[in-house]
């Protein structure tokens, strides 16, 4: 079992930027990968980006690429999501998600789950 749990949400305005923390504890997490994912008001659930734990390779959904950062803390069980340049339809409920293997976007492949953190842009 890993458990999840995120921080850092929070109001900001356009063009402001946050960092999310993603806290991962219960078991070791070296061939994890770890993802974010986001889901706005009315919308589906979409993938963010996604960062593998021992090799540290990443990927981002275009819609964030260049503007979103991810990065992990292997001392701190800990997964990092720096958003910059933030727009209002970044606006969301993002969650933090686990899974091994391969690196992926697909939600169906990740078999853990923060409770998530609320992210609102305003204009």
């Known amino acids: 079992q890993v458990q999840l749990v995120e921080s850092g949400g929070g109001l900001v305005q356009a063009g402001g930027s946050l960092r999310l923390s993603c806290a991962a504890s219960?078991?070791?997490?070296?061939?994890?990968?770890m993802g974010w994912f986001r889901q706005g008001p009315g919308k589906e659930r979409e993938f963010v980006a996604a960062i593998s734990w021992s090799s540290g390779r990443t990927y981002y959904a275009d819609s964030v690429k260049g503007r979103f950062t991810i990065s992990r803390d292997n001392a701190k069980n800990t997964v990092y999501l720096q958003m910059n340049s933030l727009k209002p339809e970044d606006t969301a409920i993002y969650y933090c998600a686990a899974t091994w293997g391969v690196l992926t976007g697909t939600a169906n492949d990740y078999a853990y789950w923060g409770r998530g953190t609320q992210v609102t842009v305003s204009s």
């Open positions: 219960g078991r070791t997490l070296s061939d994890d990968v």
